[in-house]
């Protein structure tokens, strides 16, 4: 599964990210149908702007929720996804790229220090080099979205 998220829902598509789905981040225009994507199979437009009613696009959500946990939870509820269809800490929250594991030894010096004493798995993203690895916020915010599921 895909998305492409409106631009002032940056904050959905790096969630939609930690879940494992490719999750691109432009700027959509209700007022330039044209500029649109063209539809394909199973990617998704996601936006908040209203003015997007008048379009009659299966592939288009157009969401309530204001935070992107909310948006998340959203998403989830209404495209019907189960926790199989997650690949948690599997892309880049920042660049969508797909991360690879870091040995951890390589991780001393680029996490915090107790983050280092305190977790066993890091992941990192190959393009931007960002280091990630399964916090309790990540955890938090995953635990509501799979209840969301049951």
Same mark, same amino acid.
């Given at each position: ?67 992107? @946990? ?42 915090? @220090? ?37």
């Amino acid at each position: 599964m895909k998305f492409i998220v409106d631009l002032p829902l940056a904050g959905l598509a790096k969630w939609l990210r930690f879940c494992g789905f490719d999750a691109e981040v432009e700027r959509l225009s209700p007022g330039f149908p044209q500029n649109l994507p063209p539809v394909r199979p199973h990617t998704y437009l996601l936006t908040r702007q209203q003015a997007f009613n008048r379009f009659r696009r299966e592939d288009l959500l157009i969401l309530a929720a204001a935070a992107p @946990e909310g948006q998340l939870e959203e998403v989830v509820s209404r495209l019907g996804i189960k926790a199989g269809d997650l690949n948690l800490l599997s892309r880049c929250g920042q660049c969508n790229a797909l991360l690879v594991p870091l040995p951890r030894e390589q991780a001393v010096g680029q996490v915090p @220090e107790h983050v280092f004493h305190t977790q066993e798995q890091f992941h990192q993203c190959p393009q931007c080099r960002q280091v990630y690895w399964p916090g309790s916020h990540l955890r938090g915010i995953m635990a509501r979205v799979l209840e969301k599921m049951a």
